[in-house]
């Protein structure tokens, strides 16, 4: 070992999941999970591919060699196999690579969680399209069986579409007009009538306080914000600073009775602090609240996925 290969930080070998974990999840109707975590990176599994996320070329090698153990070892073995190399800074990051499998497939693939179909897009990048993190969240939200749901930062509205096919009105929001196309896309892929809800493409929070001002109340809310963002006016906003204002704001149109979803992938807010948080905007409003943590799906080891919890008013 040289000198520079003595300061580098120990590569964690990845955690896999077993074949009865995979077969749970086949049984279960959900075609999209993750297969391994490690501190160098992960694979999931979408449908009938994998992509292999990595840090480093280390962490690459380690996974491909995994899976390739791992697909012996259980006997399901994916169509195509792509790589992503995951930068420390969001301006490095890259586009996916087909690693393995038929270059002339389209990128574009269906996974299913639950039975519920999500259109994905391997070649869109960091994003496919679905956060897998968030799975017990929407299960737990279709368990409300909200009436009316507002979806902040909706991305392609997984989260609404969950609560759509448990008979809710959504209203989803997001600063992409793209990603609230997919929400529509992903809404008519499940028999649900895309024009029966609301999509709007806004900064959500500019949009909180005109929606109290109208009069809208729901008894679902989904605050799911970037750790960073620019509003629609350019100003800049970090989840750790403006958490809660964001909350105090989604407190004006709540129901008494509402289920609202704190989630972040902020290093810094994790599930206590969320709730620390939490209390002092409802005790600054005069109104108690109760707190659910649901943790994180079985395939994703602790220090993997967002940080979330269940404020119910
Ligand atoms: C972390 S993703 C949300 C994931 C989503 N909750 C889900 O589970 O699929 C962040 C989303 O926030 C959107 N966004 C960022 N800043 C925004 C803003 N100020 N107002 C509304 N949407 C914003 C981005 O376009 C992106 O789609």
Same mark, same amino acid.
Not at 48 to 71: H, N, P, R, Y
Not at 79 to 100: I, K, W
Not at 161 to 169: I, T, W
Not at 228 to 238: I, K, L, V
């Given at each position: 070992?040289?000198?520079?290969?003595?300061?580098?930080?120990?590569?964690?070998?990845?955690?896999?999941?077993?074949?009865?974990?995979?077969?749970?999840?086949?049984?279960?109707?959900?075609?999209?999970?993750?297969?391994?975590?490690?501190?160098?990176?992960?694979?999931?599994?979408?449908?009938?591919?994998?992509?292999?996320?990595?840090?480093?070329?280390?962490?690459?090698?380690?996974?491909?060699?995994?899976?390739?153990?791992?697909?012996?070892?259980?006997?399901?073995?994916?169509?195509?196999?792509?790589?992503?190399?995951?930068?420390?800074?969001?301006?490095?990051?890259?586009?996916?690579?087909?690693?393995?499998?038929?270059?002339?497939?389209?990128?574009?693939?269906?996974?299913?969680?639950?039975?519920?179909?999500?259109?994905?897009?391997?070649?869109?990048?960091?994003?496919?399209?679905?956060?897998?993190?968030?799975?017990?969240?929407?299960?737990?939200?279709?368990?409300?069986?909200?009436? /009316? *749901?507002?979806?902040? #930062?909706? &991305?392609?509205?997984?989260?609404? @579409?969950?609560? %759509?096919?448990?008979?809710?009105?959504? +209203?989803?929001?997001?600063?992409?007009?793209?990603?609230?196309?997919?929400?529509?896309?992903?809404?008519?892929?499940?028999?649900?009538?895309?024009?029966?809800?609301?999509?709007?493409?806004?900064?959500?929070?500019?949009?909180?306080?005109?929606?109290?001002?109208?009069?809208?109340?729901?008894?679902?809310?989904?605050?799911?914000?970037?750790?960073?963002?620019?509003?629609?006016?350019?100003?800049?906003? /970090? *989840?750790?600073?403006? #958490?809660? &204002?964001?909350?105090?704001?989604? @407190?004006?149109? %709540?129901?008494?009775?509402?289920?609202? +979803?704190?989630?972040?992938?902020?290093?810094?807010?994790?599930?206590?602090?969320?709730?620390?948080?939490?209390?002092?905007?409802?005790?600054?409003?005069?109104?108690?609240?109760?707190?659910?943590?649901?943790?994180?799906?079985?395939?994703?080891?602790?220090?993997?996925?967002?940080?979330?919890?269940?404020?119910?008013?």
């Amino acid at each position: 070992m040289n000198s520079f290969e003595g300061s580098r930080p120990t590569l964690q070998p990845a955690a896999w999941i077993s074949a009865a974990q995979r077969e749970a999840f086949e049984v279960a109707g959900t075609t999209a999970h993750r297969l391994a975590s490690g501190s160098g990176g992960w694979v999931e599994r979408l449908g009938a591919d994998v992509i292999v996320s990595f840090k480093g070329d280390g962490a690459k090698t380690e996974l491909l060699k995994g899976l390739e153990q791992w697909t012996t070892k259980t006997g399901w073995s994916p169509t195509r196999v792509f790589t992503r190399f995951v930068p420390t800074r969001n301006a490095d990051r890259v586009s996916p690579v087909l690693h393995e499998g038929d270059a002339s497939l389209s990128w574009k693939t269906t996974v299913t969680e639950a039975g519920i179909r999500y259109r994905l897009d391997i070649a869109a990048g960091y994003s496919h399209g679905l956060f897998l993190d968030q799975r017990l969240n929407r299960a737990r939200l279709q368990s409300f069986k909200p009436k /009316r *749901v507002l979806n902040t #930062f909706a &991305y392609t509205c997984s989260f609404s @579409l969950v609560a %759509a096919l448990a008979g809710a009105e959504t +209203l989803s929001v997001d600063l992409s007009r793209k990603s609230l196309d997919r929400g529509r896309h992903n809404f008519e892929l499940n028999g649900v009538d895309p024009a029966r809800h609301r999509f709007v493409a806004d900064d959500a929070l500019e949009l909180l306080p005109k929606l109290a001002d109208q009069g809208e109340s729901f008894d679902a809310i989904i605050l799911d914000p970037p750790t960073f963002s620019r509003s629609g006016n350019g100003r800049r906003w /970090r *989840v750790v600073d403006d #958490f809660e &204002y964001l909350l105090m704001a989604a @407190l004006e149109v %709540a129901t008494p009775n509402c289920a609202i +979803l704190l989630s972040t992938n902020c290093t810094k807010l994790d599930p206590v602090k969320l709730r620390r948080r939490a209390r002092l905007c409802a005790k600054a409003r005069r109104q108690t609240a109760d707190y659910i943590e649901i943790g994180s799906p079985t395939d994703f080891p602790p220090g993997h996925g967002a940080s979330t919890l269940w404020m119910m008013v």
